[in-house]
């Protein structure tokens, strides 16, 4: 796989495709598939990851 490729979607939602290594603030690595979601808007309750709480109008 090459390069890995980040965009920010209209929503704020960063997605990731490709390979990465992704960790916590202590370094501890978290799992996530070759293409994934980043929460922009931190309405999320999977955090890192975008839940699609960003569309529930509140």
């Not at 990731?16 to 922009?40: A, Q, S």
């Not at 999977?46 to 569309?55: I, L, Q, T, Y």
Request: charged share 30%; glycine share 12%; aromatic share 6%.
């Amino acid at each position: 796989m090459g390069t890995p490729k980040i965009y920010r979607k209209q929503k704020g939602q960063i997605v990731v495709e490709g390979k990465v290594d992704l960790t916590d603030m202590e370094g501890n690595p978290i799992k996530h598939g070759v293409r994934f979601t980043l929460c922009g808007c931190a309405k999320s309750k999977d955090m890192p990851f975008c839940d699609g709480s960003h569309k529930i109008e509140q």
